[in-house]
């Protein structure tokens, strides 16, 4: 062991922490870019690894770990330095909660497109994890919102990529590849957004929808409202009746006319906003409070496909929450059979999407890959983390691929 | 890791200067006769252009400065044409550079130091269009303009705009992440790929990415979407289609110049509303195109030009019409027009879209620049701009993509003219210099090709270029897929080189 590791080890609290495939008894929280780099040095000369963390809000979400030394906690490189209202646009380190960086840019009339599921999720955690809500219907990807990045490689070399601004092709696109990489190429410890203005009105209005066949029936034309931002719907088997809730966000005028075109399908109530927030927070994960045989889905289809997911799901006996407009089907329910996840995630598949694992049960972790099948394979997503994390330091064998 | 760049990558190195020395790995020795034996066999003789006067056309794309004849140009019309080419360049050791229409502003497709070029331009099939979930798979060498003419039937356009649309193909548009004006709103053309087909610098055939634009793992869609074909050439691209607005609003504001206009961008933009677009077009723009045969009856006494477009549900439009009337009007502009119908809205266009067209009349050489500033910094660098190309002595012209903070200043020349020439480049580095110093980027949507490649150390430095390097590597390892292109060729660090770090035999995918 190095004298460098040693020397970054005297600094790391004890904390226990599990995640799949691995314990880790320290954590790492460097108090700065400059800091993390050291860290990060010191793990690559002597190939330790390191599980990377921000909110903890997904960390189950991954394939079984190789061996790690320790954690390295995001949460003290945070804050929001730069903020720009004339601009639309502002700068936030990565450890920032996506509440406070709410807060911040409201107050100026600005919107963060950013709703990823959990109370405590970062800046760079839903970056990592590209996790998106039920807003992305309205918002996009993570990545859309990206505008450059900070980033610390494995090798702990600090670099940047895009840029402040709106319109940029200076250069790969090389946050593209930061973003929805789970930090196993590098971690990120700060970004330039862009932010949307805040709409004049914002409001939810929730409706019991008949049956699923009407319910998606009804939805294809009502998601292409202009002031749809979110069609959240979920469905708990022998749970009574099933509830959707719209949220719309424009202007007064706008808004009036999709409320009425939405009550002229379904008898709608106005519920708060909150109550989108709810359901979407529902979605994070406690893996503590995992049956033995439960599991729990993230899984996409085609729009005009999803119906189809669905009811495959709720034929497995699984509860969904879906974001209609989207095709995103969170499921989670009891699963006896691996084959029969296996086989859950084919369909999303032949159904034009994929199904990530979001968890599953301790003793059953590394059953099935987590991501599931790539393009390109395992060699061409080894060979891009060679070359970036050559030792394999940065969240090894937690990502696709074994990487 | 940190190094310091050699002088010789200093920006006093001119574009022009920089493309001519050699590329490093560059051939060396002419391909045998056998080789273009075995291009014919593939592509067949009416795919394969070789002789002097056949080349000519291929000297350059759209950065006309710097002209370097091909090898030979292929004209495959099949992806297992295109891999099959590949597969003959990798076993003759001849780089290949991909093209589409030949529109690209930076240089991308230029052939560099013994490449043949290969264009796809008979790639040109709609392979299949979608309505119900809104996507279209089209082959690379479909033209923009025609693609969003053949889906108008659904009520569904391809949104990213580039103004050569009536030229530029869909292959060439994902290498270079074009724009257009209207990616204020809509995005640029990485926002609407989903999917591509991709023959790798290896020879084989790969896919990314799926019909909804997300997956499970790696964005490879992502990371190849404005990699200026340096990770492989596309051959297939799932495009998001986007529906029609119900309703399109073009308005018209008229100022004394074009600081107060690009004031009144930043009103826009502090005011909440997102228009479609934001453009302005400048005094020296108007003049030329009112003497041409894109007149748009614009009066003469205008110093700028501000044309915003609105669309969406009509009854939300009125609202943000007002709006903008109440930023240009806070800003001092002479009038404000809305167009009536679709033939008043067409003629605003024309002033815009038929800039670069009515410049031909100002001199004999256009240098079309761009780069972005952060948008509160736009009336300043208009103004920088001017300073600079003033001292210069060389004729400006600004017709540009304001919402975005997008410039173009058009810089008027003679080519035959050797000193006016080389104060064109020695302003067009001044001009990129002020843009980064207040936080900008050398190039928005027309990309770094060669034209740019010896500024890229403006923005960033040899830390910031590594993890570039080493996505490059990934694909193209040994640099035989457009090489010399977007990044400089090679690194200037000892310790960084790929198999001094123990993993050049990492294969590549």
Not at chain 1, 394 to 402: D, I
Not at chain 2, 227 to 254: K, M, N
Not at chain 2, 407 to 435: M, Q, T, W, Y
Request: charge should be negative.
């Amino acid at each position: 062991m190095s004298s460098a590791w040693d020397e970054v080890m005297a600094e790391a609290r004890a904390e226990r922490i599990v995640v799949p495939g691995a314990t880790v008894e320290a954590v790492l929280a460097p108090a700065d870019v400059g800091a993390l780099g050291r860290v990060l040095a010191a793990a690559n000369a002597g190939s330790h690894g390191l599980l990377v963390m921000g909110g903890r809000t997904r960390l189950h979400q991954a394939n079984p770990a190789r061996p790690l030394a320790a954690a390295v906690s995001l949460e003290a490189i945070t804050g929001v330095d730069e903020f720009e209202p004339d601009e639309g646009v502002v700068h936030a380190r990565a450890g920032t909660p996506i509440a406070a960086l709410r807060e911040v840019v409201a107050a100026e009339g600005w919107e963060l497109p950013l709703d990823p599921p959990g109370a405590s999720s970062t800046v760079g955690g839903t970056i990592a994890s590209a996790a998106t809500g039920p807003r992305a219907h309205a918002f996009g990807g993570v990545s859309d919102a990206i505008l450059g990045l900070e980033v610390v490689g494995a090798d702990g070399v600090a670099s940047k990529c895009g840029g402040r601004v709106v319109k940029n092709v200076t250069g790969y696109d090389l946050a593209k590849l930061y973003c929805g990489s789970y930090g196993t190429l590098g971690i990120v410890t700060g970004a330039w957004l862009r932010l949307r203005p805040r709409p004049a009105v914002c409001e939810a209005v929730r409706a019991w929808p008949p049956s699923v066949p009407e319910l998606f029936e009804r939805c294809r034309a009502l998601a292409r409202l202009d002031s749809v931002r979110a069609i959240l719907w979920h469905e708990s088997p022998g749970e009574g009746a099933p509830e959707v809730v719209f949220e719309l966000a424009g202007s007064d005028a706008v808004v009036a006319h999709d409320r009425e075109r939405i009550a002229a399908e379904l008898d709608v109530d106005r519920v708060g906003t909150d109550r989108v927030d709810a359901l979407r927070d529902e979605r994070a994960i406690d893996p503590s409070t995992l049956a033995p045989d439960e599991v729990v889905l993230r899984a996409r289809a085609l729009g005009s496909r999803s119906e189809a997911l669905v009811n495959a799901m709720l034929e497995s006996g699984l509860s969904v929450s879906v974001d209609l407009g989207l095709g995103v089907v969170h499921a989670r329910g009891c699963v006896e059979a691996i084959a029969a996840l296996e086989r859950i995630r084919e369909r999303a598949i032949s159904e034009g999407g994929f199904a990530v694992v979001s968890a599953i049960a301790a003793d059953r972790v590394g059953a099935i890959d987590v991501f599931g099948p790539q393009d390109g394979g395992p060699a061409l997503a080894r060979s891009l983390k060679a070359r970036f994390d050559p030792a394999g330091i940065l969240n090894p064998g937690r990502f696709v691929e074994g990487t | 890791m940190s190094v310091e760049l050699p002088s010789h990558r200093s920006p006093s190195t001119s574009a022009v200067e920089a493309s001519a020395p050699a590329d490093p790995g560059a051939l060396r020795v002419a391909p045998s006769p056998a080789f273009f034996e075995r291009l014919r066999t593939i592509v067949g003789r009416e795919g394969l252009l070789a002789r002097e006067g056949e080349l000519f056309a291929y000297e350059c794309d759209g950065l006309t400065l710097t002209p370097k004849r091909p090898l030979a140009v292929v004209l495959p019309t099949s992806t297992e044409q295109v891999a099959a080419v590949v597969r003959a360049c990798r076993e003759h050791d001849v780089h290949f550079v991909p093209r589409g229409a030949g529109t690209g502003l930076s240089g991308g497709a230029h052939a560099t130091e013994g490449s043949i070029l290969i264009e796809c331009s008979r790639m040109n099939r709609i392979l299949e269009v979608d309505p119900a979930d809104r996507f279209a798979v089209v082959q690379p060498g479909v033209v923009n303009a025609e693609l969003s003419a053949a889906i108008r039937q659904h009520g569904l356009f391809y949104a990213p705009d580039p103004s050569s649309q009536q030229a530029c193909t869909i292959g060439g548009n994902v290498a270079e992440n074009s724009g257009g004006p209207h990616t204020l709103k809509y995005g640029t053309t990485t926002n609407h790929v989903l999917a591509l087909e991709v023959v790798l610098p290896d020879g084989r055939v790969q896919r990314f990415g799926n019909r909804l634009g997300e997956t499970s793992g790696f964005d490879w869609v992502g990371a190849i979407v404005g990699s200026e074909g340096t990770l492989g050439i596309v051959t297939e691209a799932t495009v998001r289609l986007t529906p029609i607005p119900a309703a399109i609003e073009t308005l018209l504001a008229i100022f004394d110049d074009v600081v107060p206009a690009c004031r009144a961008v930043g009103r826009v933009i502090r005011s909440g509303v997102v228009p479609a677009a934001m453009e302005i077009v400048d005094r020296r723009t108007i003049e030329a195109v009112e003497a041409s045969v894109y007149a748009a009856g614009l009066p003469t006494t205008a110093g700028a030009v501000l044309i915003v477009e609105l669309d969406g549900n009509p009854i939300g439009l009125p609202d943000e019409i007002a709006a903008i009337r109440a930023a240009c009007e806070a800003e001092g502009c002479q009038a404000i027009e809305v167009a009536r119908d679709e033939a008043e809205r067409l003629r605003f266009w024309r002033a815009r879209k038929g800039a670069f067209g009515a410049m031909g009349r100002l001199a004999p050489d256009l240098y079309v620049h761009d780069a972005v500033v952060p948008r509160v910094h736009l009336p300043a660098i208009l103004a920088k701009v001017g300073e600079i190309c003033d001292r210069h002595r060389l004729k400006l012209a600004n017709v540009f993509h304001a919402g975005d903070g997008n410039l173009h200043p058009n810089i008027c020349f003679d080519r035959r003219d050797p000193d006016e020439l080389a104060r064109v480049i020695a302003a067009g580095a001044e001009i990129l210099e002020a843009c980064v110093a207040v936080g900008g980027v050398i190039t928005g949507e027309h990309g770094v090709g060669v034209e740019k490649r010896d500024y890229m150390h403006l923005v960033f430095d040899a830390d910031d270029l590594e993890p570039m390097y080493r996505l490059r590597e990934t694909f193209n390892p040994d640099g035989v897929c457009n090489p010399g292109k977007l990044i400089p060729t090679t690194r200037f660090c000892v310790e960084a080189n790929p198999k001094a770090r123990g993993y050049g035999e990492v294969p590549i995918g």
